[in-house]
């Protein structure tokens, strides 16, 4: 039997789909090619516009999952065995699609044995959760008994941790970028409290990361009551405001950094990478989102006609959405970016490039939800494939 579906998470999973598939729309605009290339100044402002927006769709996913799941409602057993057969199949599946279909088969999958296809690079959220999954038995007893104090101080030592990026970017300037074997940058950190070229595990580092968002899920669920609309827009407007316009100037500094006025700036994709700064899921402004976020989602309770025959479907296909998105985005940014042509120069002027991240987004999203509320409904074989 189905659990009680909790409504609200319905609406957000289907926002969250959409803002990842407008932040994989956007980046053709920031990363040209082999390299980071923005073309325009209008170009570089609607990249950090559409990009800051969507950011906190991978938290949230996160979020969701810790409402649902933490603490644990059953067995550690139970628990791995309903979350492999859900996670882990689809999984599994679209990684060897993407495999065989971007770029050298035989090398993808010698790749696969230490990592994810970097061609299929939002398959690394899958990791990241199985992951967080593997720790949630070990905090469900405390999480049980947790008191809202209590909580609410850990949640402050992690929100500290969201400011070590832009610490870090303050104190270290312009960090240096190390390329791996894979060509993936890691720009090099400046080391704080703790850590050093010998030790990577400093003061904050068990309290950082996704685990706040595991620990924030778990603050909605048990210690955020209703609101009223006028009480949720006056807290969650501001609050997302805030952390919209630490991403947005944060992203632009940067670029401005480099560019010094002039347009097109270029360079390695390790560029692109600390240009992403101020937008990384474990800093301030992604975190201050997510919060606007969920307090606006938890308000969306209509289970009428619309929510059972649109929304329902498009949650329950989420998973495999979000995993099989980019084979339909890339041909149609492809497509879009032919037909309307390129920043300043393209058809619709300074509007070209927003109205060529918002269609792909839009195209992309209808044509995945249909493709995948079908193939879910392949008798046995439709969860395998879908989730």
Same mark, same amino acid.
């Given at each position: 039997m189905e659990e009680k579906r909790v409504i609200w998470l319905d609406w957000l999973r289907v926002t969250a789909c959409f803002l990842v598939m407008l932040t994989h729309s956007t980046e053709p605009f920031y990363l040209g090619g082999e390299g980071s290339l923005i073309l325009t100044r209008s170009d570089a402002i609607w990249v950090a516009v559409m990009d800051v927006l969507s950011r906190a769709a991978v938290v949230l996913f996160?979020?969701?999952?810790?409402? =649902?799941?933490? /603490? @644990?409602?059953?067995?550690t057993k139970d628990f791995f065995r309903k979350r492999a057969f859900r996670i882990l199949p689809p999984f599994l599946i679209w990684t060897l699609v993407y495999a065989l279909v971007w770029g050298e088969p035989v090398q993808n999958f010698k790749d696969l044995v230490w990592n994810f296809n970097y061609a299929a690079g939002h398959l690394w959220f899958v990791y990241m959760l199985v992951g967080l999954y =593997?720790?949630? /038995? @070990?905090?469900s007893p405390w999480a049980e008994k947790v008191g809202k104090r209590e909580l609410q101080v850990y949640l402050g030592i992690w929100l500290f941790t969201t400011f070590i990026p832009l610490i870090r970017?303050?104190?270290?300037?312009?960090a240096p970028v190390i390329y791996g074997p894979s060509g993936i940058p890691n720009p090099a950190k400046y080391p704080l409290w703790g850590e050093a070229s010998w030790n990577t595990y400093g003061l904050f580092y068990y309290i950082s990361g996704m685990l706040g968002y595991l620990l924030l899920?778990?603050?909605f669920r048990k210690f955020v009551g209703e609101m009223s609309w006028k009480k949720t827009l006056a807290l969650a407007l501001p609050v997302f405001s805030c952390g919209f316009a630490?991403?947005?100037?944060?992203?632009?500094?940067?670029?401005?950094v480099d560019s010094q006025g002039v347009f097109p700036v270029e360079g390695p994709v390790g560029l692109a990478a600390i240009w992403e700064t101020p937008w990384l899921n474990d800093c301030?402004?992604?975190?201050?989102?997510a919060i606007g976020w969920i307090l606006l989602l938890r308000k969306c309770q209509s289970d009428g006609a619309f929510y059972h025959k649109l929304i329902l479907p498009v949650s329950k296909a989420g998973y495999g959405m979000y995993l099989s998105h980019l084979l339909v985005l890339v041909p149609v940014s492809s497509r879009l970016r032919e037909a309307l042509g390129l920043g300043n120069d393209g058809v619709l002027g300074i509007w070209t490039t927003p109205v060529q991240i918002l269609l792909t987004a839009m195209v992309t999203y209808v044509l995945v939800a249909l493709v995948c509320i079908l193939l879910q409904r392949i008798p046995k074989l439709g969860k395998i494939i879908i989730g």
């Amino acid at each position: 039997m189905e659990e009680k579906r909790v409504i609200w998470l319905d609406w957000l999973r289907v926002t969250a789909c959409f803002l990842v598939m407008l932040t994989h729309s956007t980046e053709p605009f920031y990363l040209g090619g082999e390299g980071s290339l923005i073309l325009t100044r209008s170009d570089a402002i609607w990249v950090a516009v559409m990009d800051v927006l969507s950011r906190a769709a991978v938290v949230l996913f996160v979020m969701a999952s810790s409402y =649902l799941q933490f /603490p @644990l409602h059953y067995s550690t057993k139970d628990f791995f065995r309903k979350r492999a057969f859900r996670i882990l199949p689809p999984f599994l599946i679209w990684t060897l699609v993407y495999a065989l279909v971007w770029g050298e088969p035989v090398q993808n999958f010698k790749d696969l044995v230490w990592n994810f296809n970097y061609a299929a690079g939002h398959l690394w959220f899958v990791y990241m959760l199985v992951g967080l999954y =593997l720790v949630m /038995p @070990l905090l469900s007893p405390w999480a049980e008994k947790v008191g809202k104090r209590e909580l609410q101080v850990y949640l402050g030592i992690w929100l500290f941790t969201t400011f070590i990026p832009l610490i870090r970017d303050w104190i270290g300037g312009a960090a240096p970028v190390i390329y791996g074997p894979s060509g993936i940058p890691n720009p090099a950190k400046y080391p704080l409290w703790g850590e050093a070229s010998w030790n990577t595990y400093g003061l904050f580092y068990y309290i950082s990361g996704m685990l706040g968002y595991l620990l924030l899920g778990l603050y909605f669920r048990k210690f955020v009551g209703e609101m009223s609309w006028k009480k949720t827009l006056a807290l969650a407007l501001p609050v997302f405001s805030c952390g919209f316009a630490i991403g947005v100037f944060g992203f632009l500094r940067r670029v401005g950094v480099d560019s010094q006025g002039v347009f097109p700036v270029e360079g390695p994709v390790g560029l692109a990478a600390i240009w992403e700064t101020p937008w990384l899921n474990d800093c301030i402004g992604v975190v201050l989102m997510a919060i606007g976020w969920i307090l606006l989602l938890r308000k969306c309770q209509s289970d009428g006609a619309f929510y059972h025959k649109l929304i329902l479907p498009v949650s329950k296909a989420g998973y495999g959405m979000y995993l099989s998105h980019l084979l339909v985005l890339v041909p149609v940014s492809s497509r879009l970016r032919e037909a309307l042509g390129l920043g300043n120069d393209g058809v619709l002027g300074i509007w070209t490039t927003p109205v060529q991240i918002l269609l792909t987004a839009m195209v992309t999203y209808v044509l995945v939800a249909l493709v995948c509320i079908l193939l879910q409904r392949i008798p046995k074989l439709g969860k395998i494939i879908i989730g």
